[in-house]
C-alpha cells in the first residue's frame, strides 16, 4: 500500500541527506555515511521475513547486526563520506 512507498520515499531522501550534508559537514572534520544493516529480526521486519530466508541465514540477529555495522564504521575513512554501505561494508550506489 501507500505506507510502504512512503516509507521507500523517507529511505531515499534519508540517504539524499548524508550525501547532501557530507560536503558540509566534511569542512568541520565530520563524517556522515547511511548503513544498511540486511533483513534484521526485528518487530518491524517480522512481516516481511519467511521461512526460507531464516533458514537460508538471511535474517540476523540483533546483535549480529549491531556488531557488523559498528565494524564497518570502525574501518570508514574520510573518502566514504557521504555514501552508502550494507552490513559487509560494500557500497550501495544510489
Known amino acids: 500500500g501507500l505506507a510502504w512507498y512512503t516509507y521507500r520515499m523517507s529511505k531515499a531522501a534519508l540517504n539524499q541527506g548524508v550525501r547532501a550534508s557530507s560536503h ?8 556522515t555515511v547511511a548503513l544498511y544493516p540486511g533483513m534484521t529480526d526485528t518487530d518491524m521486519s517480522k512481516p516481511f521475513q519467511s521461512k526460507p530466508m531464516r533458514d537460508k541465514g538471511l535474517v540476523f540477529p540483533v546483535e549480529f547486526s549491531v556488531g557488523r555495522l559498528m565494524d ?4 570508514m575513512e574520510e573518502e566514504h563520506s557521504g555514501g552508502f554501505y550494507d552490513w559487509a561494508g560494500q557500497a550501495i550506489p544510489f
Open 24 to 31: 558540509e559537514l566534511r569542512r568541520q572534520g565530520t563524517w
Open 72 to 75: 564497518v564504521v570502525d574501518r
